[in-house]
């Protein structure tokens, strides 16, 4: 999960002076607000800072972010002409500034915890190329998916083809791992996952994993479609708290898994906390290939030091084991 | 689902002339509207024109509806003293309106088909009275519940109680099946689930049993714990799309299931919703004791020839079946 954010005072000092886009667009920037949350709560990785819809400026599909709400795109997508006028996409130039942001990150992170790159998966930045923002019902995307397939297909294999690439050149920047953020796929049926879905995240994953680096592939909301998720591609799946862990990872026994601690467990008080963070990794005992995570983002007014507390507990907790 | 809406021209009609909250005050309104999708759609049941939110008026919470906006609750509980000082409850003088609606569409239904009454759950209820509204993180609600796990029960069993009692009352008043909607249960874990939801849905559904109407006991994204939802009780459990009938069905052999339609299957052409509809029924083949029905509510925008058509799919089908 994007771990700096405005729960982090350090994080809010940054944000007052400048945008969240002119965060992404100043590498310095960027690099140091990916570091804060190494500094300030002792995780194993730091997670570079971005958002998923940084590719739809270079795209031209008109990006702002309005304050204290979602995202707006003000040219969205509805019909095959707009597909068809999507700008070319090149990760060096259109999106350079996330690339040199992960190269000063690897240089002051100095080896001391790895760096993850990441993406939205077709299937979620379709939605909001679609919708035009954030939605609750996906009454557009699913509409053009069902009335118009190929225009759906279309749009779906140039994202899969615009992230695939994007990742690759996050990893030749630096990324030791890359996450793909399908967050939220999980609003479809298993079956429309499987047909219209489930090529294109493929089709990223593999482009992306020409870079040899490995793919945790996100998903919330995604219990019943699981299996497919993992056939679609990834080294390592992650789930969310609506299914137990171990009974999630009955559904891909070969690959890893990441999860699956609700953001809001962070709210409850430090022993039923503690009780939350075992009970997961109780379900992960006796197999390697855990990440200790969230299920989905960190929610705003979290406490800090509660999240402190969980990654000192999955640390006592694993050292115990070793 | 609630059948009536926007969508509906002749539902338009009404509420040009009155707002939500007074169609539901106004029995011969609600009763009207309660009948349009009967005629329109050739639906098997009807359901009672209401809000799950009505019981917020006598509790004295401050219910109003925005214009195109969701509900909002201008007195939300947030502590023990606000669960203390909810007003008592009595369906019969509280939401007496909504009886007599039941009353007169009974009357009015003359018997062509059946009326269906309904309440929303105490988790979805202590959402909205917690939130002061809609929520997506539902952040609130389970900061409360972890935080007061004493004041969430103390809360949720007075709303237990009183939804138990409004849905028995609605029996009385005619209606012939009962239907206790936890829509957003799915935000929660399993675990959570059981622990903080359980009991009270489990003691809203035996108060409303006592009635002797069969209980549908609903919700969505509820692929985590269906089995802990049938044990808390309902002759049909209600299912979303999220996971396939057959499979859904597995969890609870012994009773009934409702479901499951996309509501954005409405938006496909009529080949393709058609092929949808198919394969629900399919996969209830050889059983009986299957509602066909939406996964959730109806969306503004949709045809009602499409739901029109739908309703005759399952006709024929049914038809040819016996």
């Known amino acids: 999960m994007r771990q700096a954010g405005r729960y982090l005072r350090e994080y809010r000092v940054i944000r007052a002076k400048a945008s969240l886009l002119e965060i992404c667009h100043r590498p310095e920037l960027a690099s140091e607000v990916t570091l804060q ?15 998923i819809l940084l590719p739809f400026e270079p795209l031209d599909l008109g990006l702002s972010f309005a304050a204290g709400e979602g995202p707006i795109i003000s040219k969205p997508i509805r019909a095959a002409g707009h597909v068809a006028r999507l700008a070319s996409f090149h990760p060096e130039t259109d999106l350079g500034y996330v690339l040199e942001a992960i190269r000063l990150a690897v240089r002051a992170l100095q080896g001391r915890v790895p760096l993850i790159g990441f993406a939205g998966a077709p299937f979620t930045l379709a939605s909001y190329a679609i919708e035009g923002g954030s939605t609750r019902t996906f009454a557009e995307t699913k509409r053009l998916m069902y009335q118009d397939p190929d225009t759906w297909h279309a749009l779906l294999d140039r994202l899969a083809g615009i992230v695939g690439h994007y990742l690759a050149a996050q990893a030749r920047a630096g990324a030791e791992a890359l996450q793909l953020f399908d967050s939220w796929v999980g609003c479809l049926s298993p079956e429309d996952y499987r047909r219209y879905v489930f090529p294109h995240s493929a089709k990223a994953i593999a482009l992306a994993g020409e870079a040899a680096a490995p793919v945790i592939h996100f998903g919330t909301d995604t219990a019943g ?37 609700d953001p809001c467990a962070l709210f409850a008080p430090r022993a039923e906390l503690k009780e939350r963070v075992c009970d997961i990794m109780d379900r992960a005992a006796g197999r390697p290939g855990h990440i200790f995570n969230l299920g989905h983002g960190i929610l705003p007014h979290t406490d800090p030091e509660q999240v402190r507390a969980v990654v000192e507990m999955v640390h006592d907790r694993t050292a115990a084991r070793v």
Not at 230 to 258: N, S
Request: aromatic share 10%; glycine share 12%; no cysteine.
């Open 37 to 51: 949350p190494v500094e300030r709560l002792g995780v194993d990785a730091a997670i570079i800072f971005a958002d």
């Open 225 to 261: 479609f699981l299996d497919a998720m993992a056939e679609a591609g990834g080294d390592v799946i992650g789930v969310d708290w609506r299914v137990p862990l171990d009974k999630a990872w009955e559904a891909f026994p070969d690959r890893g898994i990441q999860g699956n601690l």
